[in-house]
């Protein structure tokens, strides 16, 4: 199937500091990319898609000064968290489907963000 | 509301039994229905994927129904492998232009020797 890498895997930063994640489609070009949030024993709970060449949208309830989402290839979206709290603890996940309508979504191998 | 319900929460069996994993859903309509295995600490891995009008369909060990009449779906996983132990994930994507798919909350698989 197809390849979705996201990077990195795991990542420690100190509060007030900012945290880029990068979502790459490596074998098709996605036009659209998702983001997803998942605490420990929850299902994924999306946060924004991601669109190339335009802005994100956002899910109700997700500050997107807070987190910024940059689509700016078919096969790259970057997931910034900007002046990381602990509370931002979590495991993002990214995915992308070839094709227009998400007929079959790839996922990202997720980022375990640990801000202390 | 558009919502994705699976059962149980949670499961514990041993190595080489077989265990069903249940999935309702109340998306209507639909364009397809997913079940996607999660390792802990890693992101979901397609393991089947239906449409509408499929009944059935297999990937090795793992074969998953699908009936729209009653809105159920189930994984049936034969032959059991302690790498089976993960979180297993009904998702079924709505037939409509967001593009957004709604999640199970999942069903934790525990496989023990």
């Known amino acids: 199937g197809a390849v979705v890498s996201q990077h990195p895997s795991r990542v420690i930063c100190k509060s007030g500091t900012s945290v880029k994640i990068e979502c790459r489609s490596l074998?098709?070009?996605?036009?659209?990319m998702f983001w997803y949030r998942q605490f420990p024993k929850q299902s994924l709970m999306l946060m924004a898609t991601?669109?190339?060449?335009?802005?994100?949208?956002?899910e109700q309830g997700v500050e997107k000064d807070k987190f910024l989402i940059n689509h700016a290839s078919l096969t790259l979206s970057t997931l910034t968290v900007t002046s990381a709290h602990p509370e931002d603890s979590s495991f993002y996940i990214c995915?992308?489907?070839?094709?227009?309508?998400?007929?079959?979504?790839?996922f990202g191998q997720g980022t375990r963000l640990t801000v202390v | 509301k558009n919502q994705v319900e699976q059962s149980p929460q949670s499961l514990i069996i041993l190595e080489g039994k077989n265990c069903t994993l249940q999935?309702?859903?109340?998306?209507?309509?639909?364009?397809?229905l997913r079940w996607y295995k999660q390792d802990t600490g890693r992101g979901p891995v397609s393991l089947t994927i239906?449409?509408?009008?499929?009944n059935t369909k297999s990937n090795g060990r793992y074969t998953a129904t699908l009936d729209a009449d009653t809105k159920q779906s189930s994984l049936h996983i034969t032959a059991s492998q302690l790498s089976d132990s993960a979180s297993y994930i009904c998702?079924?994507?709505?037939?409509?232009?967001?593009?957004?798919?709604?999640f199970g909350s999942g069903t934790r698989l525990l496989v023990r020797p």
């Open positions: 074998d098709f070009q996605a036009t659209t």
């Open positions: 999935c309702n859903y109340t998306v209507s309509p639909f364009s397809n």
């Open positions: 991601s669109n190339e060449g335009s802005k994100a949208t956002y």
């Open positions: 995915s992308a489907s070839p094709g227009k309508w998400n007929t079959e979504a790839f």
């Open positions: 998702v079924v994507r709505p037939m409509d232009s967001s593009y957004k798919l709604i």
């Open positions: 239906m449409t509408f009008s499929e």
